[in-house]
Nanobody
Framework: VQLQASGGGLVQAGGSLRLSCAASGSFSSINHMGWYRQAPRNQRDLVAEVQSDGDIVYADSVKGRFIISRDNAKNTVYLQMNSLKPEDSAVYYC????WGLGDHWGQGTQVTVSS
């Protein structure tokens, strides 16, 4: 299985970006899908996660600004990031849990927010 992330880039503070992550390969179903981020010298932290039943968890730091969604027909998870702040700058990774196969990670996409 593979996860292909896209949508990162450079944006000014207050701007928006939309990340996408599509799963491909041989799998029966996807359980939870989510986004994590890792800034230099920091650990990789959860940003948002959506379960197969639609339940969603957000990190406190992004609540009210970021929206996670998934399209099960396309095996894709999205992260709409609004009101971006310089502290949101990081490499963003998508993760998906595949039934019987466990967790898999995407390659990461850089998000840089200038002040």
């Amino acid at each position: 299985v593979q996860l292909q992330a896209s949508g990162g880039g450079l944006v000014q503070a207050g701007g928006s970006l939309r990340l996408s992550c599509a799963a491909s390969g041989s799998f029966s179903s996807i359980n939870h899908m989510g986004w994590y981020r890792q800034a230099p010298r920091n650990q990789r932290d959860l940003v948002a996660e959506v379960q197969s039943d639609g339940d969603i968890v957000y990190a406190d730091s992004v609540k009210g600004r970021f929206i996670i969604s998934r399209d099960n027909a396309k095996n894709t998870v999205y992260l709409q990031m609004n009101s971006l702040k310089p502290e949101d700058s990081a490499v963003y990774y998508c993760k998906a849990n595949f039934w019987g196969l466990g967790d898999h990670w995407g390659q990461g996409t850089q998000v840089t927010v200038s002040s």
